[in-house]
C-alpha cells in the first residue's frame, strides 16, 4: 500500500501528546497540537489553584486540569519511566532539577520540557486552545472546532485525530448512605495540594490506590487523625498503622450521618471534619461526537481496539494513554509508534469486523474473572505482555529486562517499605543497564546527542 502523510490533530500537550506528536512528524504526517494550558507537561504542570468544587460534581464549576500535589515524587525509578529513546537521566546538577532516582513532580515536567524542545514539539502546539468539539464529517475527515483564550473561534478540517487529553482531571466520588446530606467536608484528592487545610482535623480518606496512602501519610504529620477507609481491606478491619499514632485502617464506610459521624462496616463509627474522596477519575471527552460509536460507560471506554483504536472509526480516531496503573510514557510511546504507522500504511489494522471481535472476546474475558467493567482499562496485571504486543506491531524490540526487573523491584519495594522505598535503592546493577541501552539507544541516532555530552550525563 502506498505510503500516506496525513494532517493530524493532537488533543493535549502532556506527555501522551508529545510523543504522539513526535512519532506523527517522524513517520511524515503534518501535525497539530491544541493544548488548553499555557505549557506542555498536561498534569505534571504543578498549581496551587484548585477548582471551586471541591468534589467536582458541579459542571459550571472552574476546571483545573492538573491534580498534582505539592509533595509528590514517583513511584517508579526514572528509567522505568522515561522514554525509550530519550533516557530520563540525571542532567547538569543545578538547583533547578533533582537528581533522585525517585523523583518530585518538577523534574518530571522539566523532563517533558526537554523532550519537547529536543525535538521541536512546541513550535506545533497552539496553547491557551480549548477544543471544544471533534465531529466526522464527509469523506471521513473530522472537523476541530477550537477556540483560544482571547475568544476566536477556529473551525479546521483534519484527517485524523488523536486524543491524548488525560484521565485524571474529571472526578470519581464514592456513594454510600448519607453522603449527599453529610454536614462535613467533602474534596477529592484532585483538589489536594498541601496538607494545611486538614490541620488539627479528623479526616476520613476513601481509597487505598498509591496516592492515597501518599496523601493520607503527608495528612497525618499535621492532622488530629486519619482515618483510610477501603474496598481492599476486610470489613472487620480496624487498626492503627504501624509508627503512627494518629493513622487507621478501616473497612469501607457502611453510612454516614447528619451529626458528622462515619459509620465503617466493621460497625466503628468516627466524628469527621472532612472525608477526603481519593477514588480515581472518569474518562472525559466533552468535545466528541462519534454518533454513538464511542461511548464512556462505567469508566470503559467502548469499543476501542487494544485501547487505541475505535474499530468503526479507526485509524482516523484514535487514543493515547487510556491504560491505567502503568508505567505511562513507555506504552504511550508505544501507543504512539502504532497509531504513526498505521496512518502512515505502512502498519495495517484488521478488518473493523475482526477488531470487534477482539473487544468482544476481552469483554468476555473480563466479565468471566468477575472484573467490574470499571476496570476495564486497568492493565496492571499484564502490561509488560502489552508492550511487546505494541511493540511487535511496530517493528520494534521487546521490553527490556533491566525495565521489567525495575519495575517489580519498586512495587514490591513500595508494599514492604512504603515509608522509604524512594530513597533506599539498591539495585544499581540494573541502572547499569539501562545505562548501557540508553547510549545504544541514542547512537543508533534516534536521539540529537552528542556522545560527549551524553557520557556526561550518564556518569552523573
Known amino acids: 500500500m502506498q505510503s500516506a502523510s496525513r494532517h493530524v490533530a493532537v488533543i493535549g500537550a502532556g506527555s501522551a501528546g508529545l510523543v504522539a506528536a513526535r512519532e506523527l512528524r517522524r513517520e511524515g504526517h503534518k501535525v497539530v497540537v491544541f493544548e488548553r494550558g499555557d505549557q506542555v507537561g498536561g498534569t505534571w504542570v504543578y498549581t496551587v489553584e484548585v477548582e471551586s468544587d471541591p468534589i467536582g460534581l458541579d459542571p459550571n464549576r472552574t476546571t483545573v486540569h492538573s491534580s498534582m500535589y505539592q509533595s509528590l515524587r514517583t513511584n517508579i525509578p526514572r528509567e522505568v519511566m522515561g522514554f525509550r529513546d530519550y533516557p ?49 464529517v464527509e469523506g471521513g475527515k473530522w472537523k476541530v472546532k477550537s477556540k483560544t483564550k482571547r475568544g476566536e473561534d477556529v473551525e479546521e478540517i483534519y484527517d485524523a485525530v488523536v486524543v491524548c487529553n488525560g484521565h485524571h482531571t474529571e472526578p470519581r466520588i464514592a456513594q454510600f448512605s448519607g453522603i449527599n446530606t453529610w454536614k462535613g467536608k467533602q474534596t477529592h484528592s484532585h483538589n489536594y495540594r498541601t496538607p ?64 458528622g459521624s462515619v ?80 496512518l502512515s500504511n505502512r502498519f495495517a489494522l484488521p478488518s473493523q469486523d475482526e477488531m470487534m471481535e477482539d473487544v468482544k472476546a476481552m469483554y468476555s474475558l473480563l466479565e468471566a474473572s468477575g472484573t467490574p467493567k470499571r476496570y476495564t482499562h486497568n492493565i496492571a496485571d499484564h502490561h509488560f505482555g502489552y508492550d511487546d504486543w505494541l511493540a511487535a506491531q511496530c517493528g520494534c524490540p521487546a521490553t527490556e529486562e533491566w525495565r521489567k526487573q525495575m519495575y517489580f523491584a519498586a512495587i514490591e519495594s513500595m508494599v514492604t517499605k512504603p515509608e522509604t522505598y524512594r530513597d533506599e535503592w539498591k539495585y544499581d546493577h540494573l541502572v547499569l543497564q539501562a545505562h548501557e541501552d540508553f547510549k545504544k539507544y541514542a547512537f543508533n541516532g534516534r536521539i540529537n546527542l552528542d556522545k560527549k555530552k551524553l557520557d556526561m550525563l550518564m556518569d552523573k
Open 196 to 259: 494545611e487545610p486538614f490541620r488539627d482535623q479528623v479526616v476520613i480518606l476513601i481509597g487505598s490506590a498509591f496516592s492515597a496512602i501518599d496523601i493520607s501519610r503527608d495528612i497525618a504529620r499535621v492532622a488530629k487523625e486519619v482515618h483510610i477507609a477501603s474496598r481492599s481491606v476486610a470489613d472487620e478491619t480496624n487498626e492503627k498503622h504501624p509508627g503512627y499514632d494518629n493513622l487507621w485502617f478501616h473497612s469501607m464506610i457502611k453510612s454516614v450521618h447528619e451529626d
Open 88 to 136: 530520563f537521566v540525571v542532567k547538569e546538577q543545578n538547583e533547578e532539577r533533582d537528581p533522585r532516582r525517585f523523583p518530585g513532580h518538577r523534574e518530571v515536567l522539566s523532563y517533558l520540557i526537554d523532550f519537547a524542545n529536543e525535538f521541536r514539539i512546541s513550535e506545533i502546539v497552539r496553547f491557551e486552545t480549548e477544543v471544544v468539539l471533534v465531529g466526522l
Open 263 to 342: 459509620v465503617f462496616q466493621d460497625g466503628s463509627v468516627v466524628l469527621a471534619d472532612t472525608i477526603l474522596h481519593c477514588t480515581g477519575y472518569k474518562f472525559h471527552f466533552p468535545f466528541l461526537e462519534t454518533n454513538g460509536n464511542v461511548t464512556v460507560d462505567d469508566n470503559c471506554v467502548e469499543p476501542l481496539y487494544k485501547h487505541v483504536f475505535p474499530p468503526v472509526l479507526g485509524p482516523s480516531l484514535s487514543f493515547v494513554g487510556i491504560p491505567w496503573k502503568i508505567p505511562p510514557f513507555f506504552i504511550f510511546e508505544l501507543q504512539s509508534k502504532w497509531i504513526a504507522g498505521v
